[in-house]
Nanobody
């Protein structure tokens, strides 16, 4: 069974940085399409960053140039480095995995997801 556990959320001032981590068990991050999503209550979930099996990445326009997705295969962990944070980046962030299926990006489904970690950006 695939399990994903996020950590690293918290409260930060605008312009600050946070690094989220997602520890994965039951599957190897190097073999899956991995992603970070975020959601604010009352709004649709947004795909923030994606990394395919070959390490290729894609980002939502709202975070391009500020966020970076990465993974450590030895630790089987996915990361999201978030810089120049804005109040509108505040949300619950989830990591997700798409396993054994083709495609990787905002148009495909992710069946495995963590419980989320809260990010608050305010002064």
């Amino acid at each position: 069974q695939v399990q994903l556990v996020e950590s690293g959320g918290g409260s930060v001032q605008p312009g600050g940085s946070l690094r989220l981590s997602c520890a994965v068990s039951g599957y190897t991050v190097s073999s899956a399409c991995m992603a970070w999503f975020r959601q604010v209550i009352g709004k649709e979930r947004e795909g923030v960053a994606f990394m395919n099996r070959d390490g290729g990445t894609s980002y939502a326009d709202s975070v391009k140039g500020r966020f970076a997705i990465s993974k450590d295969n030895a630790k089987n962990t996915l990361y999201l480095q978030m810089n120049s944070l804005k109040p509108e980046d505040g949300a619950t962030y989830y990591c997700a995995a798409r396993i054994g299926l083709p495609g990787c990006g905002s148009t495909v489904s992710f069946r495995s997801r963590g419980q989320g970690t809260q990010v608050t950006v305010s002064s």
